[in-house]
């Protein structure tokens, strides 16, 4: 039979950790838990939840140091540990002081049975501890399964729908005629144990993942070392050439290395560190469930073992680490090179080339430089505009025609000469597709040949003019401003595969993104971005602007703010979501002011800018 020791400590212990309290808070529901407990289940959220009723507690400031702590426990735990038990061994009445306690057997012992207790051959491997480690409260004692109505009574069943153990008497008397569902209580602690095994292999293989994945970027991180080093030598070997004459421009470059080594460094240790996190919190995690296999448990403590064995199993769920983010990173690096200058009396040793820009945060903008100022043909009247292969840039005509620029500005080609054309786009076999001012989509070889394809659009009376682009897998978005919806068609013609609906944005101008299903509307003076099932994302709008915006080849996004009372034209650069990321071209006057234009970027790295009849090309690099 258990003491009033064991007792009384086995309902002074956490339902969590099943030691002695430490440090008892207590929930709004009443229930209590040591501090260390609910700071591990807290992590840093703001509200924790109980593990047994499963009711929300706000952390006051975030702080579970500031959550109601319970006196009366603290007071009662401090007691008992300074109150040492009596021999439960002895069959004497004048019971000893316990100075030992055993695991296995669940006896607390005095001096000479402990002794006794060692020599016994079959008690030799059982495990004792001193009575100081039972008092502190780091050992807990061992329970019994009892029932709860019958305390003499052994807890020979258990009750799935009450979590908890009950004798065989209340079991066939009481729960199973309520419709409760009886098991044998061994069998149970089967399942709990077996349970926690397969979350504990669960816990080792995502820890594995984690772990390859930073062993993964420390990979990168050394690749990304050795290039940067590259850099300094070459450097290095100019600077030398150059000597003192040369030591502000050396200083300057290797503070621009340093910068962009900073900037991957940091974006690799914040891949590595969430990883980190990640397994400590796992682990976290993983200790706190495997203290359901110190069974049996009450029914508190069978509560708040489930709701930790759950809260595991979805954090488990959670998508792996994307590897992806490091090579990209990498990848980034090996675009950036030195060039050295080669006339001795420039008072600079080279210059950093590729993606640097971005290092200074976005506060220096890149040079620029007007590379062409075109008058289009008397006859033109610009509708559109869009990045041709063979690095051109088609310009189609209301009045007819499709023009074809080279990135320095000079009129190649005209095709299409009698179609009006109002959108045209290309596919990746070179193909184009072109509609028309009626909303009529035609197919035309790469040698401009027109096929044998019937597209079934909205005529201009029932759907209104908009926009036109082409996917990554060739897929034809056609848009229309009356009814402001896209239709989807594959190059194949026929009826659309599917409708996307914004009812908020008319579609006059629409560009896809190339990774991802995303597309980029320019809707009255917004730009906004839609998801793949056409819902809207982000919007990007500035006051007296209106925005004019195009997808780049690597899915980042420029905006022409046109400022139309001053014909002054800004370019800045954004992510896909639509963050700015830095200004391209700042304030540039434009001849002639009207209210439609068309932004697109040459493969070649130049933007390309056009009015109703001027062509403006800016080279960025």
């Known amino acids: 039979m258990a003491t009033f020791h064991q007792i009384i400590s086995q309902n002074l212990e956490c339902p969590i950790c099943l030691t002695l309290f430490n440090q008892p808070k207590s929930l709004s529901c009443s229930h209590t838990f040591c501090k260390d407990c609910l700071q591990l289940i807290s992590q840093t959220q703001k509200t924790i939840t109980c593990p047994i009723c499963r009711k929300g507690t706000p952390i006051p400031s975030g702080d579970v140091n500031k959550l109601q702590t319970n006196i009366l426990l603290s007071f009662l735990v401090d ?35 402990e002794k ?90 995502e820890k594995t993942i984690f772990e390859n994945n930073i062993d993964f970027i420390e990979t990168h991180r050394n690749e990304i070392a050795l290039m940067m080093r590259k850099l300094n030598d070459d450097i290095d070997k100019a600077y030398e050439e150059y000597m003192q004459l040369l030591s502000a421009s050396r200083e300057s470059l290797k503070s621009q290395v340093k910068q962009c080594s900073e900037k991957f460094e940091k974006e690799l240790q914040a891949m590595e560190e969430e990883s ?27 509560l708040s073992h489930d709701t930790l064995c759950e809260n595991l199993k979805s954090f488990l769920g959670r998508a792996d680490p994307d590897d992806r983010s490091p090579r990209g990173v990498t990848e980034r690096t090996q675009k950036i090179s030195f060039r050295r200058y080669e006339k001795v009396n420039e008072l600079c040793l080279g210059e950093l080339e590729g993606d640097t820009w971005d290092v200074q945060g976005g506060d220096v903008s890149p040079p620029w430089d007007v590379k062409a100022d075109v008058e289009l043909p008397s006859e033109t009247f610009m509708s559109c505009m869009v990045r041709a292969p063979g690095g051109k840039m088609a310009l189609g005509s209301y009045n007819g025609g499709i023009h074809l620029f080279s990135p320095d500005g000079r009129l190649q080609q005209t095709v299409l000469k009698d179609v009006r054309v109002r959108r045209i786009g290309f596919l990746s076999d070179g193909r184009s597709v072109a509609r028309d001012m009626n909303n009529k989509v035609s197919l035309y070889t790469p040698q401009w040949e027109k096929l044998d394809v019937t597209f079934e659009t909205l005529s201009r009376d029932k759907g209104g003019l908009g926009g036109l682009t082409v996917d990554r897998d060739d897929n034809i978005y056609v848009a229309y401003c009356y009814l402001r919806k896209i239709q989807v068609f594959t190059p194949f013609g026929g009826v659309a595969v599917r409708d996307m609906v914004c009812d908020r944005y008319p579609h006059e101008q629409i560009f896809s993104f190339h990774n991802t299903g995303k597309l980029i509307l320019k809707a009255a003076s917004h730009t906004v971005c839609l ?54 071209i700042s304030d540039f006057k434009i001849q002639w ?22 062509l403006y090309i800016f080279d960025t690099i």
């Open 276 to 302: 980190y996190q990640a397994i400590h919190q796992m682990n976290a995690m993983e200790e706190l469930v495997t203290n359901g296999m110190k069974v049996p448990l009450d029914r508190d403590a069978l």
């Open 531 to 584: 998801g793949g099932k056409g819902k809207k994302e982000n919007v990007l709008k500035k006051e007296g602007m209106s925005a004019f915006p195009a997808v780049c080849r690597d899915d980042s996004v420029i905006v022409a703010w046109v400022k139309n009372a001053k014909s002054l034209v800004s370019i800045d650069r954004y992510t896909s979501d639509l963050k700015h990321v830095h200004n391209i």
């Open 79 to 113: 007691k008992l540990k300074i109150t040492s038990p009596i021999c439960t061994v002895c069959e004497m009445d004048d019971k000893s002081p316990a100075v030992s306690y055993c695991k296995d057997c669940g006896k607390y012992m005095c001096d000479s049975c």
């Open 593 to 614: 002011s009207s209210c439609w234009y068309i932004l697109q970027e040459f493969e070649s790295g130049k933007i390309a800018f056009c009015t109703l009849n001027r």
């Open 116 to 205: 006794g207790h060692s020599f016994w051959n079959p008690l030799t491997t059982h495990s004792v501890v001193a009575m100081s480690e039972v008092l502190s409260g780091k050992v807990p004692l061992r329970r019994r399964r009892k029932c709860r109505k019958h305390p003499n009574d052994d807890g020979e069943c258990f009750c799935t729908r009450c979590q908890e153990y009950v004798c065989l008497r209340c079991g066939m008397l009481a729960h199973v005629p309520a419709g409760h569902q009886i098991e044998e209580a061994a069998i149970h602690e089967d399942k709990l144990i077996k349970n926690i095994k397969e979350l504990k292999e669960r816990v080792k293989s």
